[in-house]
């Protein structure tokens, strides 16, 4: 990681779980009417989070920067994994809205 700034620990875990394929300890993560935006798309709450999760390949994450900004907590990363372009850098996930218990809001964008 190449930034100063502390990962907060419910984000650390998101790109833990992320990676493994335990579906419920990655759900568990988010509140229940989270929001999630991937591509242009938006998934409303757990039941669509799992949809999304579900049609996505498992992929590893390098985490090279963390940034607190305005808008909330920016991580770029390079993923990898069994998809066309991988390995795949820069991607930005943006935590708009968190705390120490869940995920609210979650745009993720190259």
Avoid: C
């Amino acid at each position: 990681m190449t930034s100063g700034n502390p990962t907060p620990e419910i984000i650390r875990r998101y790109f833990e779980y992320a990676s493994r394929p335990d579906t419920e300890a990655y759900l568990g993560l988010f509140a229940e009417d989270a929001v999630v935006e991937d591509e242009g798309q938006t998934y409303h709450g757990v039941a669509e989070i799992r949809r999304w999760r579900a049609a996505v390949p498992l992929v590893s994450y390098e985490i090279t920067d963390v940034a607190q900004t305005p808008a909330g907590t920016v991580v770029t990363a390079t993923i990898t994994g069994d998809f066309p372009g991988s390995p795949f850098a820069g991607l930005r996930f943006r935590f708009e809205e968190y705390d120490d218990t869940a995920i609210r809001r979650l745009r993720i964008a190259p």
